[in-house]
């Protein structure tokens, strides 16, 4: 049960001044219930008591236990925190994959009032010291799949008390760096404890950027707004979550927390199933199907392994109904390929680890079911509409709003309770006005339709007029021999920058540059057509997904256009 109110909230307010006062509002007369992390663990322990969480586990075997179990374990966690000297508002590392121990620690250390840091290990080693003593984490929770990275990282982080390998003592790697085994800690305890309360504004969870230009910056996010976040994700034009789904997070939760559906998924009762380390489209269709995953998310790049797979093994799903696809722009080729071979619904995504990270989701207005098929998917392929809890708009290069036309693209600014104020351990904060600036550049159309054009650092800027580099890669994504593409800016002594566009072709085909660039006439202005296609075996990825774009232009710096070589053939 959860215990009567052990401290006051921060923000004393009254429910008792008499009617008419003039001296305060006459404040409402409900319940003071602060919105804490632990409270979604405790609702669906109670409420859901036997539904399932399901795990690939990184030792090998499928792990099974209910919402009941989950929370005592997670207590337990609590419980040896404490005992160790953890304090409320002390950092706790993990460094781990989408397992049942993962999410323990995440209501472990928020329930008792730490602050659970997520780290992304695909990072490089000098960005995880960086972030993990920036943080100051007081112990880091890993997987066994990072013990070497562990060895690697643990003497440039001396103020890390300890790390404690997320397995039993018999799966305990051999390791330099001394070690606590998590189910002999959790096992001295006894999982009889009453989660606290306290205030809601309190940190509870803490997630760094990846850093692409400058070091990695920490958003700290709080229990309230974790929680709204999860009421806002679980809404029918959000993520449509329910106690009758079986919900798979294929984004890791060191991502964003895997877009809060560690969160959401105990708010409505669902079933969770979680994948653990193996995210190739054999292993995660296998899992979809013995558990029957109605619902998931992931990056366009996990995607498009799973699609793959299916493709050339000829399978169909039995249960997967909807996904929400983020991270990066959706190609309009997955979504349709989604919905018109594998009849799954796609609910395009965009938003960012600053806004914990759910801004905007495409889906329809009751104004659009009369419209045409082909209209409706045009809209949905969009990065969609706000949720109540954000609100946006799109600002010129003088800081004036511009309008809500669909063709008219600024700079895109956000706020809401669930976005960033400032970066954790920086002063100065970084909105304009109260407004949040996400970096990326995007339209807003009459119905509050937002399409992402570019980050504002890809926009490829030719004669003063910009081209959407996610548009050129959108049309090469459609031909049927395009893996992947992407499109970057070429030096231009005439226009400034041209597009170059980089490809990998599908195993076996052999599109050529001439027929690509063929295949966009009639399909964007001829003048975004790219000066050029070059041809590889593969495009670099960060460490969440995205196409590194900064390392494309390296490698490409010195390419040449053909437009370029003819005119300097020509003047010489
Ligand atoms: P996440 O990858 O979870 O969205 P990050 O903070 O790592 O969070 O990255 C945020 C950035 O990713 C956004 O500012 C935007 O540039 C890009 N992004 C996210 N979703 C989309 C999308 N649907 N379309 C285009 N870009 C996207």
């Keep these: 049960m959860v215990t009567p109110q052990q401290e006051p909230p921060g923000r004393q307010v009254s429910g008792h001044e008499p009617r008419g006062s003039s001296a305060a509002p006459l404040m409402g007369q409900m319940m003071q219930m602060p919105l804490l992390i632990s409270s979604l663990l405790h609702h669906a322990a109670r409420h859901f008591g036997d539904t399932e969480i399901v795990t690939r586990r990184i030792e090998g075997d499928l792990h099974r236990y209910t919402y009941a179990d989950c929370e005592v374990r997670a207590k337990q966690l609590a419980q040896a925190l404490l005992a160790t000297g953890v304090k409320r508002g002390d950092r706790i590392g993990t460094l781990a994959w989408n397992t049942y121990r993962h999410l323990e620690v995440y209501y472990g250390t928020s329930g008792m009032g730490a602050v659970c840091h997520t780290i992304n290990p695909r990072l490089f080693a000098e960005q995880l010291v960086f972030i993990i003593n920036h943080a100051e ?300 600036p996400t970096g990326d550049v995007a339209t807003i159309d009459a119905d509050g339709y937002m399409q992402i054009t570019d980050r504002s650092k890809d926009v490829i800027k030719s004669g003063g007029e910009w081209i959407s580099s996610i548009e050129i890669e959108n049309v090469a994504m459609a031909h049927p021999e395009v893996a992947e593409a992407a499109c970057i800016s070429c030096a231009h002594p005439k226009w400034d920058e041209r597009p170059l566009l980089v490809v990998v072709r599908k195993p076996g085909t052999e599109v050529d540059r001439e027929s690509l660039l063929q295949f966009y006439e009639g399909r964007v202005a001829k003048w975004w057509i790219p000066d050029d296609i070059a041809f590889v075996d593969a495009i670099p990825h960060t460490a969440t997904g995205k196409i590194q774009k900064l390392k494309l232009r390296e490698l490409f710096k010195n390419h040449v256009l053909p437009s370029v070589s003819q005119m300097q053939a020509e003047s010489t």
């Design 137 to 436: 984490d007081r112990f880091v929770l890993f997987d066994i799949t990072f013990a070497a990275l562990v060895d690697q990282l643990a003497a440039q982080c001396p103020q890390v008390r300890g790390w404690i390998a997320l397995t039993d003592r018999a799966h305990l790697p051999a390791m330099q760096t001394p070690i606590i085994c998590y189910e002999e800690w959790l096992a001295a305890q006894s999982g009889e404890f009453d989660w606290p309360q306290f205030d809601e504004l309190s940190a509870s969870s803490l997630c760094y950027t990846s850093g692409t230009t400058g070091h990695p910056k920490g958003a700290l996010y709080s229990h309230r707004s974790t929680v709204l976040h999860a009421y806002g994700a679980a809404l029918p034009d959000a993520m449509a979550c329910s106690a009758r789904d079986a919900i798979m997070p294929v984004v890791p939760m060191f991502h964003v927390n895997a877009w809060g559906i560690p969160y959401t998924a105990p708010l409505v009762g669902a079933k969770l199933v979680l994948p653990g380390k193996d995210l190739d489209g054999a292993s995660l269709y296998a899992l979809m199907e013995s558990e029957q995953v109605s619902f998931s998310a992931g990056v366009p790049t996990v995607w498009l392994g799973l699609l793959n797979y299916l493709s050339q093994n000829n399978l169909q799903f039995s249960s997967f109904k909807r996904t929400v696809i983020g991270g990066s722009a959706c190609p309009p080729a997955m979504l349709r390929s989604f919905e018109d071979q594998f009849g799954v619904h796609v609910i395009h995504a965009w938003g960012m680890t600053e806004l914990s990270p759910l801004g905007t989701l495409a889906n329809l207005k009751a104004k659009h079911a009369a419209l045409p098929p082909e209209a409706q998917r045009h809209i949905l392929e969009k990065q969609g509409h706000v949720i109540f809890g954000v609100d946006l708009r799109i600002v010129g290069i003088d800081g004036l709003e511009l309008p809500w036309d669909g063709v008219s693209f600024g700079d895109l600014q956000v706020r809401g309770p669930w976005v960033v104020e400032r970066y954790f351990g920086q002063l100065e904060s970084p909105l304009i006005d109260g407004w949040f």
